[in-house]
């Protein structure tokens, strides 16, 4: 039996909305960000979109700064959710594939606009919270939701919060579940191989560099997923099972 924990139905439409309320609720309360202050983050989408529902619920202005190479469908979401989005140009990608440069790229434009503005910046990759957020929510909610009966865990590595956070959890309760994390063909640096196509379809993914929380003990295998095999899953769970995703969620189920 295959479970997949349906995260597209969080508020900003995926599981990137834990860590955002996570990280806002902290620095509030350790009083890193202040009342009406500005919020700004590097994203490729999706932790832009939980960002920006959090920030517009206690009041926050979001901006946002994004890769030229991400789908333009996501800058318009952001926009429609109240965040200013800045298009970062690439450094090395091309539309709808975004490399590790392009990221850096507007890493480097979030943390100036951040000083400019004096903004809080998030920084999700070297936020503790992002682990946080599922090593205390997901990863027990998945426990709890399926009574313990879990043998294996799969989930694609971005920033590697959901990974690191959720499998923590889960090999406290049992040290033999399976975790395995996926990785985009040719870009599998959790694996220790080389970075031979830093483009790839599955955004927010495969960045081609270890993230800074990775906990690699905690990995049992790393599960590579090319472009094609992700459009043929994404094509099928749209047409048979009625689930509108995206490729790094095809590539789970995959």
């Known amino acids: 039996r295959i479970c997949a924990k349906a995260e597209f139905l969080q508020p900003g439409g995926s599981i990137k909305?834990?860590?955002?309320?996570?990280?806002?609720?902290?620095?509030?309360?350790?009083?890193?960000?202040?009342?009406?202050?500005?919020?700004?983050?590097?994203?490729?989408?999706?932790?832009g979109?939980?960002?920006?529902?959090?920030?517009?619920?206690?009041?926050?202005?979001?901006?946002?700064?994004?890769?030229?190479?991400?789908?333009?469908?996501?800058a318009r979401m952001l926009e429609a959710?109240?965040?200013?989005?800045?298009?970062?140009?690439?450094?090395?990608?091309?539309?709808?594939?975004?490399?590790?440069?392009?990221?850096?790229?507007?890493?480097?434009?979030?943390?100036?606009?951040?000083?400019?503005?004096?903004?809080?910046?998030?920084?999700?990759?070297y936020n503790p919270n992002s682990v946080c957020a599922h090593e205390e929510g997901t990863g027990p909610e998945i426990w709890h939701q399926l009574q313990g009966r879990v043998d294996g865990f799969v989930a694609c590595v971005g920033s590697g919060g959901t990974f690191t956070g959720v499998a923590r959890f889960l090999k406290r309760?049992?040290?033999?579940?399976?975790?395995?994390?996926?990785?985009?063909?040719?870009?599998?640096?959790?694996?220790?191989?080389?970075?031979?196509?830093?483009?790839h379809n599955l955004q927010g993914t495969g960045y081609g560099s270890v993230p800074p929380h990775w906990d690699p003990s905690l990995m049992d295998l790393s599960i590579?997923?090319?472009d094609d095999e992700a459009e043929e899953y994404r094509s099928l769970l749209g047409h048979r099972e009625g689930l509108y995703i995206g490729y790094s969620a095809a590539a789970n189920v995959l």
């Not at 909305?17 to 999706?46: F, H």
């Not at 709808?96 to 809080?120: L, P």
């Open 49 to 74: 979109a939980g960002l920006a529902v959090v920030c517009a619920v206690l009041g926050h202005p979001f901006i946002a700064t994004m890769s030229a190479g991400n789908s333009p469908q996501r």
């Open 173 to 199: 309760q049992r040290s033999d579940i399976f975790c395995a994390a996926v990785e985009p063909e040719g870009a599998e640096v959790l694996a220790g191989k080389p970075v031979t196509k830093p483009r």
């Open 17 to 47: 909305d834990r860590a955002a309320l996570a990280i806002i609720q902290n620095a509030r309360a350790e009083g890193q960000l202040k009342p009406c202050q500005a919020v700004v983050e590097m994203t490729s989408g999706n932790m």
């Open 81 to 125: 959710l109240g965040a200013k989005v800045m298009l970062v140009p690439q450094v090395d990608g091309a539309p709808g594939q975004v490399t590790g440069a392009d990221i850096a790229a507007a890493v480097d434009a979030a943390k100036r606009i951040a000083k400019t503005e004096n903004a809080f910046y998030v920084d999700q990759f």
């Open 224 to 226: 590579a997923i090319n």
